[in-house]
């Protein structure tokens, strides 16, 4: 019997806003109290924990020695960007493109693949204490007079 990954808590419920520090939280995950620092993408899950049969039937929790082998694929767009233990709970990705990036989590144990999470999306700014916007200057110092 094919066994995949039961992964309903990283799809349940996803989270971004200024509470949370800039963090995008899946399923319920609570963000760190660090700020995501410009010009990254900070995500946060809690570790899927359960198994189904193919007919998406739980068959129970994912065995202790098999925790750790749990890896969460972080797509961008159709691409995957970063492959992590599924056991950190938490990942920065530093210096993603600029502009809004969209991003999907499955995770894989053995043979299986869980479905995927739901699309969670962030504006990626410029690193800077501006975020790259140009600001006029305000003494006129540098304008002909």
């Given at each position: 019997?094919?066994?995949?990954?039961?992964?309903?808590?990283?799809?349940?419920?996803?989270?971004?806003?200024?509470?949370?520090?800039?963090?995008?939280?899946?399923?319920?995950?609570?963000?760190?109290?660090?700020?995501?620092?410009?010009?990254?993408?900070?995500?946060?899950w809690i570790?899927?924990?359960?198994?189904?049969?193919?007919?998406?039937?739980?068959?129970?929790?994912?065995?202790?020695?098999?925790?750790?082998?749990?890896?969460?694929?972080?797509?961008?767009?159709?691409?995957?960007?970063?492959?992590?233990?599924?056991?950190?709970?938490?990942?920065?990705?530093?210096?993603?493109p600029r502009?809004?990036?969209?991003?999907?989590?499955?995770?894989?144990?053995?043979?299986?693949?869980?479905?995927?999470?739901?699309?969670?999306?962030?504006?990626?700014?410029?690193?800077?204490?501006?975020?790259?916007?140009?600001?006029?200057?305000?003494?006129?110092?540098?304008?002909?007079?």
């Open positions: 019997m094919k066994l995949t990954i039961s992964l309903v808590l990283l799809g349940l419920s996803v989270s971004a806003s200024a509470k949370d520090n800039g963090w995008l939280t899946f399923g319920g995950a609570v963000a760190p109290a660090t700020a995501c620092p410009v010009g990254a993408v900070c995500l946060a570790k899927p924990s359960g198994l189904v049969d193919k007919d998406g039937k739980d068959i129970g929790p994912i065995p202790a020695d098999k925790v750790p082998l749990v890896m969460c694929h972080i797509y961008r767009a159709s691409q995957e960007v970063w492959l992590v233990p599924c056991v950190n709970e938490q990942q920065i990705m530093p210096n993603q502009g809004t990036q969209c991003y999907v989590m499955t995770a894989s144990l053995d043979a299986g693949v869980s479905d995927p999470s739901n699309t969670r999306c962030k504006k990626v700014g410029f690193p800077g204490p501006t975020d790259g916007k140009i600001e006029a200057p305000t003494d006129g110092s540098i304008q002909p007079k």
